[in-house]
């Protein structure tokens, strides 16, 4: 590759183009190519359906609390009950919970948002490779979204049979009771699945063609690996889901037997086929906050990422690895256990790169100027929550343990751990660090220390209970924890998990105003607010269409040069050219 | 609040996990603990003061060896030991004459005998509905299959769990060490009655057993009393039939 004669010519001609042309309304901010407007479009959609996702998961909080009592303010939409939950209902909202805050939460977020921000603007590009294709990604996964929203108003309610939707149950109507619901579910989710496609196709392609001159691969910020191996995962994973939910359609809609055994299914199947995406998906979703976190330590630790290539490779190894540990879902579900032997294997070794990444996460702080910021917070917990959210994993590793908890409130503990302490913390991690770039202004501190501090301790005081529960016996996805002798005497914990996560839930109001007032009413960031040494911080705030003037940046060294002893500052930007380094120290 | 802690364990191969469980339980706890008190430690003593300069380093290649290959090696030593009791529990069937059939189906277990001939199939066949009953200290052997979705037999107390499957037939066994009254959930989502699907195993003395058997199990018995289930979901729930 000829990066500078190539990624030059281009921009000239792009800069030129860019003078002549003021774009309208509706390209600029609705039909916009532009992968800083999409990727604030991803954010708003993720933000949006998080408020939904986090409503949903209150209201079978409440129900788990104080079984069959009305939930406030559900009068108007549960009528004939009062606002009390039925067991119907009750599956739609846990299914719906996970299916929104996993595929239209956190992907959009991390994946969609933060891998069109900080993709171009970091290994020195002006826009994606296809940015025509880029704006398609949004308004298919937009158009996703608004037909998975659509199957709340369809007769007989919408998907109720877990995320996971195990089949035969999510294949033939009459078992849940759900109809045209779950269709929806599938067709929804068969069009985010080629939304995805068409993102993660554009970031490998911009990631591998257009760097800008010295940008190395090894010269990438980490953030870039992990949005890099993300892609790579999405492009290989989602189209295993996408074949899956139209087999079930099928199933269901056209009278095929997939995975019904009346007519020579095999309901396995459907659960092969949905962990071979799964748990890659669950590297989708933690990656990139990987990825954040290694980004946002070495700023705030004023010192180079600890152990850069390890870094990277462990991630690669993640990569190459999630691909054979899928089985340690499904060690109880009649599969051969000879093979949950061999699963059980792959999975005790997915744990070494997660060892490997935490232990460099502690090296970089080690000897650090730790600065306390609100970005700098997030990224801490994301490292503490991510470990205990590790380390529960290792319970479900060892099959006959797994007997025991798999099914129970362990799980919903350690999923919590990993998505909602890994990559959410990530996500807001990752928001209060870009925030100043992606929209100019800066987020207000006392609020956003407010927010983190409320989130941290009411994220703990939710989730860590769930463990308990999870050993004594609790089964998740269960109406009435009541109902069952064996778990009545713990019921406390789950009064005493709603009451921390309605608090959980309040702790966001900081953050919604934060973010809607600093939009408009925050102070104006400079270029360089947190004085970081990666691309996106030599680009005007927020960057105009293109990026940057007339050149491209040039890349001289990695992204972690932090408190080098060659430069007088704490800091040496990538671009800096080595020369103007030794003169300002000389 | 004091029992915080796994159910009682009333099974023989039910030792196994909970050993496991609670050596995994002190591996994780220790490290959790050892990476907790470094980060704090390290957050503490190098917060940003002012006058002082980060120490400048890329990383260390001794120490990125060391906390690649202890990780592991914990971690292979782990496998190992989880394969001993995974062998016993799901891959080896142990020698038994005690064999009931569980058909689950929303949202019931359906346990069949096989009544006095010794076979199942057969006139003599007795199904009880949500409810098992077994000899203390004898090894059971439970085939399970389900008539419609996906169901979980779940008995906290036994360490055992195995989902049913439609279409297939899935042998497991387990064998009790203490007599009493056990629940037997449905621990996987199957449809608006899973929750309260949930059936009981009364384990009695050999004696007890046979009195028991003699009762229900032969063919002059009448139809054994059923479980008083009036907070069961599932007797109002029967339009989720299947439909083949």
């Known amino acids: 590759m000829t990066p500078s004669t190539t990624t030059t010519v281009h921009g000239h001609a792009a800069a030129a183009h860019a003078e002549h042309h003021e774009l309208g309304f509706v390209r600029t901010y609705i039909f916009s190519t532009d992968h800083k407007m999409i990727s604030r479009q991803f954010l708003f959609l993720g933000l949006f359906m998080m408020i939904l996702g986090g409503l949903l998961a209150l209201i079978v909080r409440w129900q788990l609390a104080w079984p069959e009592t009305a939930v406030p303010g559900m009068k108007l939409f549960l009528r004939e009950t009062g606002g009390i939950l039925e067991p119907s209902t009750y599956n739609m909202a846990f299914t719906m919970h996970a299916t929104i805050m996993i595929f239209f939460v956190i992907m959009p977020i991390l994946a969609g948002s933060f891998g069109n921000f900080c993709i171009p603007l970091m290994i020195g590009a002006r826009d994606m490779a296809f940015p025509l294709l880029n704006m398609l990604s949004f308004w298919v996964t937009a158009t996703a979204g608004l037909i998975m929203l659509s199957g709340f108003f369809v007769e007989g309610g919408h998907a109720a049979a877990g995320w996971t939707s195990y089949a035969p149950l999510s294949a033939v109507p009459q078992y849940t009771g759900v109809n045209w619901g779950q269709n929806l579910w599938c067709i929804s989710l068969f069009v985010m699945g080629i939304g995805s496609m068409m993102g993660s196709i554009n970031y490998i392609t911009t990631i591998i063609n257009m760097r800008a001159p010295g940008m190395k691969l090894f010269r ?76 946002i330590l070495p700023v705030f630790s004023r010192k180079p990422i600890f152990g850069y290539h390890a870094m990277a490779f462990s991630m690669i190894g993640i990569a190459f690895l999630s691909w054979v540990v899928y089985g340690h879902h499904m060690f109880v579900s009649g599969m051969n256990p000879a093979l949950g032997m061999a699963f059980t294997v792959t999975t005790m070794i997915i744990a070494v790169p997660s060892a490997i990444k935490t232990f460099n996460w502690l090296g970089t702080l080690w000897g650090g100027r730790i600065q306390f910021t609100v970005p700098m917070l997030n990224a801490l917990a994301f490292v503490g929550m991510f470990v205990i959210g590790g380390l529960s994993g290792i319970f479900m590793a060892s099959t006959p343990v797994d007997i025991f908890i798999q099914d129970t409130y362990f799980i919903v503990a350690h999923i919590h751990y990993v998505v909602f302490g890994g990559s959410i913390f990530g996500a807001f991690a990752g928001i209060y660090y870009w925030f100043p770039k992606m929209f100019g202004r800066m987020m207000n501190n006392a609020l956003g220390y407010l927010h983190f501090w409320g989130t941290f301790i009411f994220f703990n005081l939710t989730f860590f209970p769930m463990h308990i529960i999870g050993v004594g016996g609790q089964m998740r996805r269960i109406y009435n924890p009541m109902q069952y002798e064996f778990l009545q005497h713990q019921q406390h914990w789950n009064v005493f998990i709603t009451i921390s996560a309605l608090g959980l839930g309040l702790a966001q109001i900081p953050f919604v105003i934060n973010f809607f007032w600093s939009l408009f009413g925050g102070r104006k960031a400079p270029l360089n607010p947190w004085n970081s040494n990666t691309l996106e911080w030599t680009a005007p705030s927020p960057p105009p269409h293109l990026n940057w003037g007339p050149t491209l940046p040039t890349v001289y060294r990695g992204p972690y040069e932090y408190s080098a002893p060659e430069s007088k500052e704490d800091y040496l930007p990538q671009t800096e050219p080595p020369g103007r380094v030794a003169a300002a120290r000389h | 609040m004091l029992n915080w802690w796994l159910p009682e364990n009333v099974s023989t191969y039910g030792r196994d996990i909970d050993w496991l469980f609670h050596l995994i339980y002190w591996i994780t706890g220790i490290t959790f603990i050892l990476v907790a008190v470094t980060m704090i430690a390290f957050i503490v003593i190098y917060r940003d003061r002012p006058g002082r300069r980060a120490r400048y380093t890329h990383g260390s290649t001794p120490l990125e060896i060391a906390w690649t290959v202890v990780p592991a090696l914990i971690l292979v030593i782990l496998t190992v030991l989880s394969v001993p009791a995974w062998s016993k529990i799901k891959m080896t069937m142990p020698q038994t004459d005690f064999v009931v059939q569980v058909t689950a189906k929303q949202f019931n277990w359906q346990v069949t005998y096989p009544g006095p001939d010794g076979k199942f199939g057969t006139a003599d066949d007795k199904t009880l509905l949500d409810e098992m009953h077994v000899p203390v200290n004898k090894v059971v052997r439970v085939n399970l299959k389900s008539q419609d979705v996906i169901h979980s037999f779940f008995v906290p107390q036994f360490r055992m769990k195995q989902d049913a499957v439609p279409g297939r037939e899935i042998s497991q066994w387990f064998e009790v060490t203490k007599t009493g009254k056990y629940e037997l959930p449905c621990a996987e989502l199957c449809g608006f009655g899973h929750s309260g699907m949930r059936g009981w195993i009364y384990v009695h003395t050999k004696e007890d057993y046979d009195k028991w058997a003699a009762a229900n199990l032969t063919a002059g018995a009448t139809a054994p009393a059923e479980e008083q289930k009036s907070e069961n979901k599932a007797e109002s729930t029967t339009e989720g039939k299947p439909k083949s």
């Not at chain 1, 889901?241 to 459907?270: C, I, K, Q």
């Open chain 1, 220 to 295: 990438m910020p980490l953030v870039i690996w992990s949005l890099f191996i993300t892609a790579i995962l999405l492009l290989l994973a989602l189209p295993v889901l996408t074949s899956g939910v139209a087999m079930l359609l099928f199933d269901r809609t056209l009278g095929t037997s997939w995975f019904r055994p009346s007519g020579g299914g095999e309901p396995l199947l459907w659960q092969h086929l949905f962990w071979y995406f799964g748990h890659p998906e669950v590297y989708i979703l933690i990656l990139p906050a990987m990825g954040i976190a290694s980004e």
